[in-house]
């Protein structure tokens, strides 16, 4: 078992930067794979990024490639979700995802992850 804490949420205006966390109890964090996703009023839940249990691997949605980026700190049990050049439509409530295992990630699938935590709102002014 496993509890995910976001934070560093908030507001910011079009243009700015968050850096958001997601701290993990458990001695097994390393074992994990993390993703991010978000879920907009109304819309679905939706991938933002991933990163193996390494850290050596890594993987973004299209929509935020080049502007996100995920780290972890296996130390800290810890991953990160920088966003830079922040816009409205990356408004949004967004979550960290753990997976445990070793196999093949598949980081799109909402159904592949064993753990959520509560979320963090994000929100983008024009």
């Known amino acids: 078992q496993v509890q995910l804490e976001e934070s560093g949420g908030g507001l910011v205006q079009a243009g700015g930067s968050l850096r958001l966390s997601c701290a993990a109890s458990?001695?097994?964090?390393?074992?994990?794979?993390m993703g991010w996703f978000r879920q907009a009023p109304g819309k679905e839940r939706e991938f933002v990024a991933g990163i193996v249990w390494s850290g050596s691997r890594v993987y973004y949605a299209d929509s935020v490639k080049g502007r996100f980026t995920i780290s972890r700190d296996n130390a800290k049990n810890t991953v990160y979700l920088q966003m830079n050049s922040l816009n409205p439509e990356d408004t949004a409530v967004y979550y960290c995802?753990?997976?445990?295992?070793?196999?093949?990630?598949?980081?799109?699938?909402?159904?592949?992850?064993?753990?959520w935590g509560q979320g963090t709102q994000v929100t983008v002014s024009s």
């Open positions: 995802a753990a997976h445990l295992g070793y196999d093949s990630p598949r980081f799109y699938d909402k159904e592949w992850y064993d753990y």
């Open positions: 458990g001695r097994t964090f390393s074992r994990y794979s």
